[in-house]
């Protein structure tokens, strides 16, 4: 079974720039969590869709969005790009069903804004 | 607010030394999962063991052992006869299962191990 694939493994971004991430989750898992990881505040959480919908999340400002499309793919969008947000971005997938699936995680994009 | 605390930043061993890696959390919740993943130099974190909180066995997966305290709300991950291979950051990571902890992850800032030829 394939695993978690996110596109682009790397980007590069000016300040002020929006971007796109992509994540598609493991054929069956229909819920995906998007994580930040940086050296200063490690790995943090996003927010989780299942089914289409945002069921939680994390503390960011709303510059950073999400959405999940019927084929459970999701799509992660940061606006007005700032310095801080170089990180790497981790999507993981698990089955949604239950209240603590395992979540399984994708290579991550890395982004670096100049 | 739940917590992971994982002390150890970098630890360093020769190899075929044993290591533990501690964890020590933190959560009002009264179910609650523990997890350990791997990250090598690649990036992807690779699930190794999930817990649940009302399961205190300790398991055993070839050279990897964990033992779960809930006495001490520690969760520590050994390796045994470590090798080179198993130089990567680990992260030791909670779930609950109320609102604001079901979910999500709460990882611990992960310990640097280099194990040396």
């Known amino acids: 079974k394939a695993g978690v694939t996110q596109t682009p493994r790397y980007l590069i971004k000016t300040r002020g720039q929006q971007v796109t991430l992509s994540c598609s989750p493991i054929?069956?898992?229909?819920?995906v969590s998007w994580y930040q990881q940086t050296p200063g505040q490690g790995l943090q959480f996003l927010f989780e869709y299942f089914s289409e919908t945002q069921r939680n999340k994390g503390n960011f400002p709303g510059r950073f969005s999400g959405r999940q499309f019927s084929n459970s793919r999701s799509e992660m969008n940061v606006s007005t790009l700032e310095l801080g947000d170089s990180a790497l971005y981790l999507c993981a997938s698990s089955l949604g069903a239950g209240e603590t699936d395992t979540q399984y995680f994708g290579p991550g994009t890395r982004l670096t804004v100049l | 607010a739940q917590k992971v605390t994982q002390a150890q930043t970098e630890i360093s061993v020769v190899e075929k030394e044993d290591v533990t890696l501690d964890c020590v959390y933190e959560t009002r919740d009264t179910t609650y999962y523990l997890f350990w993943y791997k990250q090598p130099p690649s990036g992807e974190l690779v699930f190794l063991i999930r817990r649940n909180s009302f399961d205190e066995q300790n398991e055993i997966s070839g050279r990897y052992s964990w033992n779960f305290q809930k006495s001490t709300s520690s969760f520590n991950f050994t390796i045994t006869a470590s090798q080179v291979v198993d130089s990567a950051v680990y992260f030791c990571a909670l779930s609950g299962t109320t609102s604001g902890s079901a979910r999500q992850l709460t990882f611990g800032s992960g310990t640097q191990l280099t194990v040396l030829p």
């Open positions: 054929s069956g898992h229909r819920s």
